[in-house]
């Protein structure tokens, strides 16, 4: 199995010491502003570095303080002494929960990819972290949900609130989760509870949850659903190129072209990247080199040498296919084009010089 490692010492370890390129991956803080106008900011763009070192082939785990953070009403101040989950609504028997009642509870860990669904192509609302806390099956098993409930509805402590069909909440791998890689979920990620349902983008699994209610209710929208943006919000296959960056000069040798494809919790079964010469020729090529996570809810990340043939501007493009047969197939007009309503798939396109 890969060994992890943080973007952090990725960088360190291939990037000059310069740290030119260091936000590359680093993720990005959006407040408030919740409406389809709303755009993530664009990714820095770096100076250009005298070399691209072959990237390494360890599993990234995003560092907590790197991590995107998204924000309706801020973070709000939680008292864990004070703190309660209340689970109840079409259930046999409503449950109160501590804090110290979570911790009580078999603890178990999942690396996991979370991605905001406002994740412009190319965008840096995406992160991968080991998620520590507890199955929500078990808790589920206890309450016993009444056939009559068709949504269970979820309520946090800044009075942000989503809901969600049966089927998305009685996977076997969701969680609730008080732990972000080992230490205790840092309060902008969610402090002292959060929760996490494979396949879904971030804005069905919310931060500093206080309930959970169980509804015969099937046409509930949430916060972000009243602003026009999906009531299903499954994550779409995707795709970026992470090195080389966007308009970036590099040298007339060998490099190494790098990113991730992520398909929520379908497979990432094949990941190619196309080059488009000054010609306007468009040649694709698989990745053969590809690194998995301990499953498909871990994004795969893909590696790809190349020998640019001559100096000059070239196109880099990349795209995946899932277990489905799904193919990325449609190219983006931007680097950073929007993803209203419901996530994007487009085609990840870059421009760099050759020198």
């Not at 995003?62 to 924000?71: A, G, I, S």
């Not at 911790?103 to 998620?131: D, H, K, S, Y």
């Amino acid at each position: 199995m890969a060994k992890q490692l943080s973007r952090r010492q990725f960088l360190q370890q291939f990037l000059p010491a310069s740290g030119t390129a260091v936000l590359f991956l680093a993720g990005c803080r959006s407040k408030a502003e919740i409406s389809p106008t709303t755009a993530p900011p664009a990714t820095a763009v770096p100076t250009p570095l005298s070399t691209l070192l072959p990237a390494n082939r360890d599993l990234i785990l995003t560092p907590n303080d790197e991590f995107y953070v998204m924000e309706t009403n801020g973070t709000p101040a939680i008292d864990q002494a004070e703190w309660q989950l209340r689970i109840d609504g079409l259930v046999a028997n409503p449950l109160m929960l501590s804090f110290a009642d979570i911790a009580a509870r078999p603890f178990i860990e999942q690396m996991r990819t979370l991605e905001c669904i406002g994740n412009a192509v190319g965008g840096n609302q995406i992160g991968n972290a080991v998620w520590g806390g507890i199955l929500l099956a078990d808790l589920l098993e206890e309450v016993q949900v009444k056939d009559t409930a068709v949504r269970a509805k979820f309520t946090a402590a800044d009075n942000y609130e989503t809901s969600v069909t049966l089927d998305w909440v009685n996977q076997p791998g969701a969680m609730l989760a008080y732990q972000m890689n080992g230490e205790p979920l840092p309060p902008e990620h969610g402090y002292p509870l959060r929760l996490f349902m494979p396949g879904l983008y971030g804005q069905k699994m919310p931060k500093w949850i206080t309930h959970i209610q169980f509804s015969d209710d099937a046409d509930h929208l949430g916060t972000w659903e009243n602003q026009g943006w999906s009531n299903v919000a499954q994550v779409k296959t995707n795709s970026q190129i992470m090195l080389p960056t966007h308009i970036q000069k590099v040298p007339l040798a060998p490099l190494e072209i790098f990113g991730v494809a992520y398909a929520g919790d379908r497979h990432i079964t094949q990941v190619e990247v196309g080059i488009e010469g000054q010609d306007g020729n468009l040649r694709w090529q698989p990745a053969e080199d590809l690194v998995r996570g301990p499953s498909d809810e871990v994004w795969t990340q893909f590696y790809l040498p190349w020998t640019p043939p001559a100096a000059g501007t070239y196109t880099l493009l990349v795209r995946a296919t899932d277990e489905t047969g799904f193919v990325q197939t449609e190219r983006a007009r931007g680097v950073l084009e929007g993803a209203f309503p419901n996530g994007t798939d487009k085609i990840h396109n870059i421009v760099i010089v050759v020198e």
